[in-house]
Structure formats: C-alpha cells, structure tokens
C-alpha cells in the first residue's frame, strides 16, 4: 500500500483546480488499489468492480473542488466509491441477504477457533505459489459483506481502524468487532487448507503492529 | 486473575493489533507462556493477517491501471472547462 501524503495532496488538489489538470493522475494513483478492492468487496465481480472504479475517479475529478480537507483524501475517496458501489448493487438488483448497513451483528457471540498446531509459521515461498492466493480469495469473498469490507481495508489494504471507520460510514467499535469476528471466520476456514503450506523454518515474521 | 482460553480468543483480533490494555496483554501473554492450543490459535490467525496484506495475494486485474489513467485522460480532454484554465 502506498501511504497517503496530506501536503502532497494538498498542493496537487491545489494545483489541480488552478489548472494543471494532468496531475490529477498522480493524485489518485495511490489509491487505485483501494478504490478497486473495496468495490470488488461490494460487487465480487471483476468487471463490475473496475467498471464502478473508472465512475468513482471521474466522479472523484468532477468534485475535487467540494473537498474541504476534513477528513483524508483517500477516506474521501472511499466513500464516494463505496456509494458508487451501494448504487450499482441497487441497480443490478443484486443487494445479497446479508445486510449492507445491519448495525444488528454486535452481539456477542462464541467463535470457536480451529485448533491446529501444524500450521503456525508461513514459509515465504509459499507465498509464490499462486494456489495460496485463490484460497484466500475465495475465503475473504465467503465473508458476510459486511465483514468483507472491514477486512479489505483494515488487513489488505492496511488502512488504520480510524481510516476504516470513516471510508464504510460506521464506528470504530463497529470496526474492531466486525475486524475480530472475520479473523476468527478466516482463521477456522483457512487454517486447516492451509496445513498444505507447511511450516519450513520457525520463528519467521512474528508480530505485525 | 486467570484467564481461560475463550478469553483469549475473544481477544486475538485486538492482541494483534496491540489493541488491549497493558494489565490484560500480561495476562494473556502468561496465558500463552503455557497454552500451546492458544498459542496456535494466536500463530494461525496471525499468518491469516500477514498473509492478507501481501500484495501478492490480492493483485489489480492486468492492465487495470492502465485503463483507468486512459479513462482520466478522456475526461480531461473532454471537460476542458473545468477547474482553471490549460496552462
């Protein structure tokens, strides 16, 4: 992930609406990455997802001069993507079961972990191998949508809980349970597939914060 | 206090993200030091984190960028008369 530079946008935004329109494409470079994965959350599908994406850029450009520089950039971005996306959904008349905006899943609830003690440590080159991709592909879009979205942006795309609050529009206790309940859902999915992939050396990358 | 293995893993998410209070992270970290089920649990969901955020795992359709910046170039040659003037 390319982390967000605020002076940077600024003067770009600045520049931009004096004129020097080209460099809007440096602008909204560093979150490309985001833009599509958020929306191909909302959609899970390719197609749909980089279509609505090409929307939310130009709509992004036609109403650069309505950012006030209250919150992120990207964040700004986000949710104009995330309604660009809710307005696609609607319009294929694919709104899924799971609800789009349920505040309903914040009671407490037991997720019982897969007990493993065979798959504790990635080896690197197991990350080559494009299979260990598609597995986790598959189990992320398994995901109920809204543990979907938490998880594309907190853990793919390593936005802040803050940053995730704001782009989905819900708080950042929302965050931390949806965050908590999908790990806990990949890990019992992903932890026994994934004993394939087994451990070569310990102690590789431990601790991530 | 001592902390049974449904208290950790209510915990692991926010373990993690170093989200938890001094006091309780002590308390699981002993609860570790002895639980080899817990600590799996920690290591497995922990490589399921590390392994989202590798940008291996999740790449941009081939030639996604570039269409997109073929797309803003339309729009910029297309509305012209927004924002300032051409310089």
Redesign the interface.
């Known amino acids: 992930m390319t982390l967000p530079e605020p002076e940077f946008e600024a003067e770009c935004i600045r520049r931009i609406l004096a004129g020097e329109k080209h460099l809007f494409h440096d602008l909204i470079r560093p979150c490309e990455r985001s833009i599509y994965f958020l929306l191909f959350s909302l959609l899970k599908n390719e197609t749909e997802a980089e279509d609505v994406a090409q929307e939310t850029v130009i709509k992004v450009y036609q109403n650069l001069d309505k950012f006030r520089g209250e919150s992120q950039f990207r964040t700004w971005v986000l949710s104009i993507a995330r309604n660009e996306g809710l307005g696609r959904l609607r319009k294929i008349g694919n709104r899924r079961e799971d609800s789009l905006d349920a505040e309903t899943d914040e009671q407490t609830g037991d997720y019982t972990p897969a007990i493993l003690t065979s798959w504790r440590e990635i080896p690197a080159e197991a990350l080559e191998k494009k299979e260990l991709g598609a597995i986790l592909r598959k189990a992320i879009e398994g995901l109920p949508e809204i543990y979907r979205n938490v998880v594309l942006l907190r853990d793919i795309e390593e936005m802040d809980i803050r940053e995730t609050a704001a782009a989905l529009g819900i708080s950042e206790a929302s965050v931390k349970v949806r965050l908590h309940r999908a790990r806990a859902m990949l890990q019992r999915s992903l932890a026994p597939q994934l004993k394939g992939f087994a451990p070569k050396r310990k102690g590789w990358f431990r601790g991530r914060a | 206090m001592r902390i049974d293995c449904?208290h950790v893993?209510?915990h692991?998410?926010?373990y993690?993200?170093?989200?938890v209070d001094p006091e309780l992270r002590a308390e699981i970290d002993r609860h570790l030091e002895t639980c080899?089920?817990c600590?799996?649990?920690l290591?497995?969901?922990?490589?399921?984190?590390?392994?989202?955020?590798?940008?291996?795992?999740?790449?941009?359709?081939v030639g996604?960028?570039d269409?997109?910046?073929a797309?803003?170039d339309r729009?910029?040659e297309q509305?012209t008369d927004?924002?300032?003037?051409?310089?």
Do not use: C, Q
């Not at chain 2, 290591?43 to 359709?61: G, H, Q, Y």
């Open positions: 449904k893993w209510g692991i998410s926010a993690i993200d170093n989200d080899e089920i600590s799996a649990v290591d497995s969901t922990r490589n399921v984190v590390i392994l989202m955020a590798d940008d291996r795992v999740f790449e941009l359709p996604f960028s269409r997109l910046h797309r803003i729009e910029l509305h927004l924002y300032g003037s051409t310089p």
